[in-house]
């Protein structure tokens, strides 16, 4: 199979027509640079993807997540050959492939929208690829066969794909990509067509497939649900940076900054306006009024950084928050918006000194009189320890810890 390596990895849009024109810097003065939709304007163009550097080990299944815009669905196809780098290298297999045609690179690529051939048969539809290779016809057919199998799509290869649901077409742009065994898998957004319930199935589909057939995959999502179950690291995007890279328990246990403290985790992380303070040579937060103290792994973590008091945001995520019975020096008082019973947990989105916040209590916990307690505009306390805080610095958004 193959490594992917992207070294400095660059993609400007040029300007077009006027635009151009209106850019161009007068002669002695530097390029005009500016700030617009949050994507870097320079005289050159759009900057779609920054500095984009990662190394992607062999059969490894890496996600590239991040909202909308983010450049991310840019650099996969960058890696299928589909956009011309701007600037940087592209490796497969430690072979420079920046000028290499796409159909020369060894890579598969799957659609969001599937990108089938109406007017042939399932069958046909795999074998396609195989055929214009002059593939001999008995290959052709163990090929397709072994991947219908695999993808339990068999019972469907003389159907055309106008008789198949969603799922369904989307295993057969899978099974069409699999025939090829390529060095390299590439995935945009396959299942964002897809409702809840079939894209949770297709998504332990992938899980499976990926123990079955031994393949280096890149996979784009926006749904972070996705990358935490799919990759075995995660990259995440935003305005064309890389904002970290990690394990998904890494991502999710220690964020970088605000922006993946925020994007990673359902429902996202609540953030508070807080103070870190210093005694001695501990150090301590306090959130309206209320003093937490920090562990000593936090303790330690700060002292490295030889981080001084200063105004700082708090992060906490909804389930580490548990209710107090009565008002204490440690508690926070809180007042209910809405109640959401969810079976097992319930959500309650509460109000923190002008604040929106979420709050996750699990049922099985509270009393069958607590279950229904929670209306609009009850007054709860609420409390939460140094061990699950994050710390983010107020100017950078970069984490102290």
């Not at 040029?14 to 617009?36: I, N, R, Y």
């Amino acid at each position: 199979m193959a490594t992917v390596t992207l070294k400095n990895v660059k993609k400007i849009y040029p300007h077009s027509g006027d635009q151009k024109k209106a850019k161009k810097a007068k002669k002695g003065e530097a390029p005009v640079e500016e700030k617009k939709v949050n994507l870097q304007i320079t005289d050159k163009g759009v900057v779609a993807v920054q500095e984009f550097n990662l190394d992607i080990k062999d059969q490894e299944f890496i996600v590239l997540v991040g909202p909308s815009g983010c450049g991310k669905s840019t650099t996969l196809r960058m890696v299928a050959g589909l956009e011309e780098i701007s600037e940087g290298e592209l490796y497969i297999d430690g072979k420079l492939v920046n000028d290499v045609a796409p159909k020369d690179r060894d890579i598969a690529m799957v659609f969001q929208s599937y990108a089938l051939y109406p007017h042939m048969t399932v069958y046909e539809n795999m074998a396609f690829s195989l055929k214009l290779k002059k593939v001999p016809k008995e290959e052709i057919d163990r090929k397709v066969k072994e991947a219908a199998e695999i993808l339990d799509i068999t019972q469907y290869l003389n159907r055309k794909p106008k008789a198949l649901s969603g799922g369904q077409r989307q295993r057969v742009a899978i099974g069409r990509a699999i025939v090829r065994e390529p060095k390299v898998f590439l995935m945009d957004e396959p299942l964002s067509n897809l409702d809840a319930k079939l894209r949770n199935q297709m998504r332990a589909e992938i899980i499976k497939l990926r123990q079955k057939i031994n393949t280096t995959f890149i996979y784009v999502t926006h749904d972070q649900t996705e990358a935490m179950t799919l990759g075995d690291r995660i990259v995440i995007m935003r305005d064309g940076f890389i904002q970290q890279i990690g394990t998904p328990q890494e991502v999710f246990d220690k964020p970088a900054n605000l922006f993946v403290a925020g994007f990673i985790g359902t429902p996202q992380m609540n953030f508070f306006d807080a103070r870190l303070e210093k005694e001695g040579e501990k150090y301590f937060v306090t959130v309206y009024g209320t003093r937490v103290d920090l562990p000593d792994d936090k303790q330690a973590a700060l002292k490295a950084k030889n981080a001084a008091p200063q105004d700082i945001v708090l992060g906490i995520r909804p389930d580490h928050i548990v209710l107090c019975e009565d008002s204490t020096q440690h508690s926070i008082a809180a007042t209910v918006d809405v109640t959401e019973l969810m079976g097992s947990t319930i959500h309650m989105h509460v109000n923190i000194a002008g604040k929106d916040a979420v709050v996750i209590l699990p049922t099985i916990d509270l009393s069958t009189e607590q279950k229904t307690s929670f209306g609009y505009g009850s007054k709860i306390n609420v409390t939460f320890g140094g061990n699950v805080v994050h710390l983010f610095n107020k100017e950078t958004e970069k984490s102290l810890l």
